[in-house]
């Protein structure tokens, strides 16, 4: 690799952007069967000699990428979504001012370009606890990112929207090849440019995927 982008790379600040995976951790609308469980299926204990353990998850917990089939039947599966989509720059956008929904306005005033991956950094990065009253991405927000032709969107929220009944968001973005990142922890990270490495777990056939997401900048 050249040696410039390499010593740029060692150089830069790494953020992980991640939420830790655990028991108790905030989870869609807080439900109780959308806890994350560990079973432990050999310890320790007894003269065993290995720990072992079995995970029970949702493809929704934690940070995580939406393929298009989980608003659009007969859509794509998470592991037809290309790593050059997921490991590239993006820009993080201040949008901490936004009360309750980004719409066609707040997009406006990012000035998305066309094909870059914006990653949304609102009010809900200060407090990581389930909020009914999250900032979400409205629909006219999402058409209006689909319009400007950005390649991705994510958000610090368990969702990009609020369950709208005809879940509007999702389809617009989806059905527009629009990659949709959730659950991201940004309040560490500066509104501004990153070099993004967003590695979904390689599952076949499921439509999203847990995904350990850094920045470097
Ligand atoms: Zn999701």
Redo the contacts with the bound molecule.
């Keep these: 690799m050249n040696r410039e982008i390499l010593e740029a790379l060692a150089a830069s600040t790494l953020y992980d952007v991640s939420m830790t995976i655990k028991p108790g951790m905030t989870v869609w609308r807080n439900y109780p069967h959308k806890q994350p469980e560990f079973e432990t299926t050999a310890d320790y204990k007894n003269g065993g000699h290995s720990h072992e353990s079995r995970l029970h998850l949702d493809a ?1 917990t934690g940070t ?1 990428l ?1 393929a298009p089939l ?1 608003m659009v039947e007969g859509a794509a599966t998470i592991e037809t979504v290309t790593l050059d989509k997921l490991v590239r720059p993006c820009r993080v956008v201040d949008m901490t001012d936004v009360a309750d929904a980004v719409h066609a306005e707040d997009v406006a005033k990012a000035r998305p370009q066309r094909g870059e991956f914006l990653l949304l950094k609102t009010r809900n990065s200060k407090d990581p606890a389930w909020d009914d009253n999250f900032v979400f991405v409205a629909a006219d927000g999402a058409t209006a990112l689909m319009n400007a032709g950005v390649a991705g969107v994510g958000i610090d929220a368990v ?1 990009i929207e609020r369950s709208q009944a005809d879940h509007a968001t999702h389809k617009t973005l989806l059905s527009s090849g629009i990659v949709i990142l ?1 659950g991201l922890r940004l309040l560490d990270v500066p509104p501004g440019e990153y070099f993004m490495v967003a590695a979904p777990l390689k599952f076949e056939g499921v439509e ?1 995927g847990l995904a350990r997401v850094l920045l470097f900048g």
Aim: aromatic share 0%; hydrophobic share 15%.
């Design positions: 929704h995580h939406d989980h969702g959730e999203a």
